[in-house]
């Protein structure tokens, strides 16, 4: 023990000797002043501690750090292209109803898709997203969670709110803005939240829901909730991702940042959104754990976040998980990514496997599909038919208390409106329909 | 959409100017305002950025602080709000601040104002936000006109222009006059134009408000009410002397717009009458017509309520005029 000790201690002296050449490290020198065990751990710490904010060491060689420098991260995966489970000891061994209703919810989401962009194409309504290749992200994440934590999403996350069981009603008023959405037919649609659901409200601008769900997560500190926030690889390039990345980091939040790597930013390639090893490399560098993800694999996406929620609220650290998604966004695909499109279909990769566990068939399929389609087209036709917000809604919750000029407008809208009936319905109907 | 023609026609030749954005290249625009340049122009004048507006913004003011031309799109000006310290801070500053000695000759478009069916966060007008700042020329066309010889003004000009173009606009076709298809036509900054002569009252109008007004102005004509519309063309710098010799003419006063009231451009218009020997020109108060002084709802109902129409022109132009 004396011996070690000892050649520690000459060590200490080493690079007590550095620091005090270099004549920046008086915090080194300073805890080297003591030889007790603490000065031990001091110096591993030490060692590593020779520059400001950088765990390094030193080198006597010059040389770049390229990027093929490192091995890519990896993508983790459960099951293969058949539905096979590669490594036994990674199957999350789900129960039939768990795996069922992750199964039910992925191809609903899919013929919601089908049916409500159908529907911007036809001008029914101004704006859509689909959700299509993504549905193993939305439901293996969302299976991991509890509806208490809180999902910050992009607006490709409807998987997580139907998870949740938002209905399909409220779904189409939302996207209807009629007088039974809960938004009050303020805003766009898909643009869905809940506050019951623990679903903040979609906002448009870009990445701007990124550091609010950081904020999020440090009210969070130490309870049994995270903040899992869904940020596409697009969104990752505006400055509001590294204040998310970096104020996560130093403020150690329990949040999960889950980026949804779909290879196109609407239309921009991630050729030329990003260079280097992703979204996913940024994790490390910024001091956040992270796992790069088979997202065409739900219960890769489950396993990823069960893990990631466990270690954010055991440590009160964020963690990053990128799923990286079949591609799916724009018309034209290159043939290799056509190709990555057919045979990784997320829900077909899951049906097979549910049909190899004996839980599923070809006429449950038919059933099913049957019963999800008549379920949405019911909720649609009902959801286009409801009036819209009567005028009044118009003033308010622009403020908490309505305010002496909003009143006055109020009033004068209210001497106005029946001047030009044609306009402004009372009933709130919609005056291209009369 | 004339912007496409003259671009197309104009860039041979023309040293340094790029444009940069958000899909403007290979996906020709959000709004197809730049079809076919890339191609045409290739990869060193057509330029796809990442979605990091504060990034492009601040990358265009930088080339043109070293001397190129850029044209900085915004998908629309709602997404500049990312990048709105580049724009005030940096492009509309740094030729004051470094005594006249680096200019930044560039000229940020995109589509500003209401538009359909896109709510709060994508529907609003910023005409007034960046009109309140000195250093920047703040352009708003109406027409085809209009935008063709102000981008050639604002693309000129030594002084970073914001340049409003409207959404709903970008959908409507305008006849052009001989002279406004002609090579060499090009219109001057701060100067509004007449869109419609009048001797009852002045509707002085920009961008889309232009049409609402114009449609106000054909219900009045057709109860005997001549309205002159003005269509203001630039807001910074604006011009105060063409209102002032309407209202001398009609001694009546109304401004329409998308944007809010509180602080806007026609709070400007207003104030700026009062200060001036044309408050006495006028027969009542000044009164404003805007957008409802709330966020923009989505439904469509709401929307309608929330923007003026050519209807609610038509009816404070009679309630200001006392005609039943």
């Known amino acids: 023990m004396r011996v070690v000790i000892c050649r520690i201690h000459l060590k200490l002296r080493d690079i007590e000797f550095r620091a005090t050449f270099d004549g920046v490290y008086d915090y080194a020198v300073r805890i080297l002043c003591t030889y007790k065990r603490t000065s031990i751990r001091a110096y591993y710490r030490l060692k590593l501690l020779l520059f400001p904010g950088a765990k390094t060491t030193w080198s006597e060689k010059i040389e770049f750090i390229k990027m093929k420098s490192y091995r890519p991260i990896p993508v983790y995966r459960v099951l293969d292209r058949q539905g096979n489970v590669i490594n036994p000891a990674e199957d999350p061994k789900l129960p039939e109803d768990i795996v069922i209703k992750m199964y039910k919810s992925m191809s609903l989401l899919n013929n919601v898709d089908k049916i409500l962009y159908e529907s911007q194409r036809q001008g029914r309504i101004s704006f859509y997203m689909t959700n299509y290749g993504e549905e193993a992200s939305h439901i293996g994440s969302a299976a991991a969670l509890n509806n208490e934590d809180i999902i910050y999403g992009q607006y490709r996350e409807v998987g997580v709110l139907i998870w949740r069981g938002f209905t399909l009603q409220q779904l189409v008023d939302q996207c209807y803005g009629n007088k039974d959405d809960i938004g009050k037919g303020r805003q766009m649609p898909v643009h869905y939240g809940s506050k019951e659901l623990n679903f903040i409200t979609i906002s448009s601008p870009l990445s701007t829901q990124m550091p609010q769900a950081v904020g999020s997560a440090y009210t969070l500190k130490n309870t049994n909730q995270v903040v899992v ?206 | 959409m004339p912007l496409i023609r003259l671009w197309t026609r104009k860039w041979n030749g023309m040293k340094g100017f790029f444009i940069i954005g958000e899909e403007v290249a290979q996906y020709d625009g959000a709004y197809k305002i730049t079809r076919g340049l890339w191609k045409k122009y290739g990869d060193k004048r057509v330029i796809d950025t990442p979605i990091t507006e504060m990034g492009f913004t601040g990358i265009a003011t930088g080339a043109a602080m070293a001397g190129l031309r850029p044209i900085c799109e915004f998908m629309t000006f709602n ?130 408000a232009v049409d609402i007004a114009l449609q106000g102005a054909k219900i009045l004509a057709g109860q005997g009410i001549e309205a002159e519309v003005i269509n203001l063309r630039s807001l910074r710098p604006l011009d105060t002397e063409a209102i002032a010799k309407s209202v001398a003419k009609t001694n009546h006063l109304i401004t329409v717009e998308q944007g809010w009231p509180t602080c806007g451009i026609g709070a400007e218009i207003l104030a700026r009458i009062m200060e001036t020997e044309t408050f006495f020109h006028l027969d009542q108060p000044a009164v404003r017509i805007t957008g409802a002084d709330v966020p923009m709802p989505y439904a469509k109902t709401l929307e309608l309520a929330a923007l003026p129409q050519g209807k609610d022109v038509a009816a404070a132009v009679k309630k200001l005029l006392k005609v039943k």
């Not at chain 1, 000029?405 to 029946?418: E, G, R």
């Not at chain 2, 173009?165 to 036509?185: C, H, P, R």
């Open chain 2, 79 to 208: 997404f500049a709000m990312q990048a709105i310290d580049q724009i005030i801070n940096s492009a509309g500053k740094t030729f004051y601040m470094s005594a006249g000695r680096v200019n930044v000759p560039i000229v940020f478009r995109g589509p500003n104002g209401a538009a359909a069916g896109v709510a709060a966060q994508h529907s609003q007008c910023y005409g007034a936000w960046y009109a309140h700042c000195p250093g920047l020329k703040v352009i708003s066309p109406y027409s085809s006109e209009d935008c063709k010889g102000l981008l050639k003004a604002a693309i000129r000009d030594p002084d970073p222009v914001v340049f409003l173009e409207n959404e709903i606009l970008y959908g409507v076709q305008f006849t052009m006059s001989d002279q406004a298809l002609s090579k060499d036509f090009v219109l001057p900054i701060g100067k509004a134009k007449i869109e419609r002569p009048g001797k009852h009252i002045t509707l002085v109008a920009h961008s889309n």
């Open chain 1, 229 to 434: 926030c869904y940020f596409g690889e697009g969104a990752a390039s505006e400055g509001d991702a590294h204040a998310a990345f970096n104020f996560a980091a130093t403020l150690d939040c329990p949040v999960v940042l889950f980026c949804r790597n779909n290879g196109y930013a609407i239309s921009t390639p991630i050729k030329e959104q990003y260079k280097g090893d992703g979204i996913a490399a940024r994790g490390p560098s910024y001091g956040i754990h992270t796992l790069r993800v088979d997202g065409n694999d739900v219960f890769a996406v489950y396993n990823a976040t069960k893990l990631a929620k466990e270690y954010a609220i055991k440590e009160n650290k964020p963690l990053e998980i990128i799923p990286h998604q079949m591609i799916v966004l724009p018309t034209d695909l290159p043939s290799e990514i056509k190709q990555w499109t057919t045979n990784d279909y997320p829900v077909m990769k899951l049906r097979y496997y549910i049909e190899k566990r004996g839980l599923w068939d070809e006429d449950k399929e038919k059933e099913w599909m049957k019963k999800s389609r008549n379920d949405i087209l019911n909720a649609f036709n009902a959801g286009e038919k409801k009036l819209k917000p009567k005028w009044t809604e118009m003033f308010n919750d622009v403020y908490k208390d309505i305010p002496s000029n909003i009143l006055k407008q109020q009033d004068y809208m209210n001497k106005h409106a029946p001047y030009n009936k044609y306009y402004y319905s009372d009933l709130g109907s919609n005056p291209d329909t009369g």
